[in-house]
């Protein structure tokens, strides 16, 4: 059986393959940017296990290719892997080194995720690199000019300026979500409609289905995508906003398919070829639909609500 490490080209020390600077990104040739996006159709493939055995490994693997090539798609997908806690470990700062350099080379969405991550203009003091899930180890990065060791899982946590750590009303919620949604290149009213519809602007809404806090969130979408407190709205918001936006990339921004997946899941979008065909997915797809083509979300304030656990 050959070794694993062989599906790396160019491997050093058999678990990273080192690629240019981010500041030296070049501009790839037709033909390059045509076997890039091969390769990263190739890679999607064993990301997501659709007409190929999931391989996290052999995705990267395709996925480092297409980025020394040049394309900037490559790279922002390796910043949501290193990100997103998907292969194991979430490592904040290879994945900001990944989406400065997709930043660099013009990916429309990366400035949004740096934006997230607190590093659209911090220097780095790491060069992207294609890391092995056996090599990946749990990192975050720190608040900006943060001179303690403090985990920036806690700055992830920490509310906004301007909304301290109480009691939220409805009206305090929509003002976070109109302060939260740029960061993730996401329109505020759909995030608004989506909340609505899924918890009715609750944060300790509990679905049959352990879906849990304002986004709904189960727990497991919550790991992938770095939730650590699972009730704190927040984190759940940011939670949320992130599998919103990973989805409208995923469905290259169809909104509908992005909607039915995050109420069936990605995988059933992709199995049934479109909005799978359960009466409740329907349902709320035209429900988020209709709203957002009718009227902005009502803003009057609700019941109390905790803004943590």
Sequence with gaps: MRPRLELILGLVSG???ALPPAGLVRAASAEETAEARQLIARGKRFEHGVGAPQQLDQ?????CRAADLGLDEAGFQLGWLYASGRLGAVDEVMAAAWFQRAHAAGHPHAASQLRRLRALDRPLNEQPRCLLTDALVERRLPPPGSTDKRNATAAASETPAGF???ELARADIIALVRQLAPDFDLDPELVLALIQAES??????HSPKDARGLM???PET???FGV?????????MRGGMAYLRWLLDHFDGDRELALAGYNAGEGAVRRHGG?????ETEAYVKRITARLEATPVITEVGARTRASR
């Design 15 to 17: 678990l990273m393959l």
């Design 59 to 63: 995705a990267l693997t395709l996925y």
């Design 222 to 224: 919550a790991q992938r």
């Design 200 to 205: 009715n602007f609750d944060p300790t809404a």
């Design 228 to 236: 650590e407190d699972i009730w704190d709205p927040v984190q759940n």
């Design 275 to 279: 909005i799978p065909p359960y009466p």
């Design 216 to 218: 709904q969130l189960i």
């Design 164 to 166: 301290e750590v109480r």
